[in-house]
């Protein structure tokens, strides 16, 4: 499928989908997000990818929020139709049952650091800014900011960004969890697929397990998140690389996971 707002491509298991505006420094118009959502399905149907990264075009930007020329011509519903479909399609991002890194190379505001959030976690270049610049249009955060963001970093950390709209750097990010790792900009994707390719080469049901425990988990109580973990622990018995996994570790080699649900 032939895309103009993002980049698509698959390399060893390994998706990557590359926010592609840069003269609008990957700002987040309608017809980028009805890309995004069609790559989304794509990367969905396809067994093989392992791990999905997203990152943005050229040096300057991951994404530089909501696009605000098309924000300076809603109305009150307008507005929460676009808030809307966009939740809809970060919330299919979140559940995907791979693992999904933001590789942040540049500026992540607004929905920029809404999506990296909605990611599994985030690796930054030393050059990536965050930040929740919404109150400085008259706005607030409409794609998760006011509720991934204070689950992820705490409320007050959160209130802080979303009540001065302030941009925060790489450094920062990483001290206070935002950001898993910070590296130099050329070092960036490197890094990124070389924790995809980790992550590649483990079982793909256990994957999705785990992913599913701890999202699910996360909006729920103790008991009832571990009553979660405890059907996930069983199910990763349902395919062969539990077999294969512990097997290899008692025979002293290198587990190769090949397992799947149809088995
Ligand atoms: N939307 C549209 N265009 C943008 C955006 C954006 N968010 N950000 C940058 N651009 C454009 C600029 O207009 C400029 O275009 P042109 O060259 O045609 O003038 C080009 O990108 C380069 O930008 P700058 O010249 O401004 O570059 P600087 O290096 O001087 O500044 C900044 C970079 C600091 C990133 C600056 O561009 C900026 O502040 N951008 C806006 C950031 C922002 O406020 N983002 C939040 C938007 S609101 C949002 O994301 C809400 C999400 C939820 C919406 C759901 C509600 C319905």
Not at 79 to 84: I, T
Not at 237 to 247: L, N, P, R
Request: net charge negative.
């Amino acid at each position: 499928m032939a895309y103009e707002n993002i980049i698509y491509q698959v390399e060893e298991g390994v998706g990557t989908i590359t926010f592609n505006r840069p003269k609008a420094l990957n700002a987040l118009n309608t017809a980028l997000l009805e890309e995004f959502s069609q790559a989304l399905d794509v990367v969905a149907a396809d067994d093989d990818i392992r791990v999905l990264i997203l990152t943005g075009a050229g040096d300057k930007a991951f994404v530089a929020g909501a696009d605000i020329s098309e924000l300076a011509t809603y109305n009150a519903l307008t507005a929460k139709n676009f808030a809307q479909n966009g939740h809809a399609i970060f919330a299919r991002l979140q559940a995907l049952p791979i693992a999904v890194i933001a590789a942040v190379n540049g500026f992540a505001l607004g929905g920029g650091t809404e999506i990296a959030i909605a990611c599994d976690f985030i690796y930054a270049s030393e050059n990536a800014k965050f930040g929740q610049p919404e109150i400085n249009l008259g706005l607030i955060p409409g794609f998760g900011g006011t509720q991934r963001l204070p689950r992820l970093i705490g409320a007050n950390r959160a209130k802080e960004l979303v009540f001065t709209g302030k941009m925060i750097s790489a450094a920062e990010a990483e001290k206070i969890g935002l950001a898993n790792k910070v590296v130099p900009p050329d070092q960036l994707m490197a890094e990124v697929m070389q924790t995809a390719r980790e992550i590649a080469s483990k079982g793909k049901v256990s994957l999705r397990a785990a992913k599913a425990a701890i999202n699910h988990g996360l909006n729920t109580d103790l008991a009832t998140g571990i009553h979660i973990e405890v059907e996930g622990f069983g199910m990763c018995y349902a395919s062969s690389d539990a077999k294969e996994g512990t097997s290899a570790f008692l025979e002293k080699r290198k587990a190769a996971f090949k397992g799947n649900f149809a088995e």
